[in-house]
């Protein structure tokens, strides 16, 4: 009887000696992934990669944050809305046909301006009107009015 007791517990603890070392070889291989593929040979070397890698990232995100920055505010400045009407000034002559136009360009902020055409047999006239925050200081011809208008909508104001 001392002997199957014997076998037993060497049994039991052969047992014992496999999950040990199953257990062992997990944790090896996830302290290996701890510290990566970068070949750091201790806990304290790997978190430093660990650190300086999160450092490139934050300097990397900081970077492009300031680069878009900058973009919008030169894209605020840029053409977003151009809108041509064109129409015929002398109503019911037949004189010009609908060769003359108001075409308004503006940016986000309501800043540009509308250059006008008026176009008969003998010469063309053109005007230039300048525009901000939407309001130009001249007084603007219903075409010009309209073609502001569906400047800004486009503009996204």
């Known amino acids: 009887m001392d002997t199957n007791i014997y076998f037993i517990s060497l049994g039991s603890l052969g047992i014992i000696i496999l999950i040990l ?3 062992i070889l997990n944790l090896n291989l996830r302290i290996r992934k701890l510290l990566g593929a970068g070949g750091a040979k201790n806990i304290e070397s790997g978190i430093a ?8 990232i934050y300097n990397f995100k900081r ?3 300031n680069y878009l920055e900058n973009v919008e505010g030169r894209l605020k400045g840029s ?10 000034p002398f109503k019911g002559t037949g004189s010009g046909g609908n060769q003359s136009f108001a075409t308004a360009f ?5 800043d540009g301006v509308i250059i006008s055409s008026l176009y008969t ?4 006239s053109i ?3 300048p525009i901000k925050k939407n309001l130009s200081e ?3 011809t219903e075409e010009e009015s309209d073609a502001l208008k569906k400047a800004k909508q486009m503009a996204g104001k």
């Open 121 to 124: 047999r003998e010469h063309v």
């Open 138 to 140: 001249f007084e603007l």
């Open 21 to 23: 070392v199953f257990l």
């Open 49 to 56: 990669d660990i650190k300086k890698s999160l450092e490139e």
């Open 106 to 110: 503006v940016n986000e902020e309501g």
């Open 79 to 88: 053409v977003r809305g151009v809108h041509t009407v064109r129409f015929n």
């Open 127 to 129: 005007f230039s009107k």
């Open 63 to 65: 970077n492009t944050e």
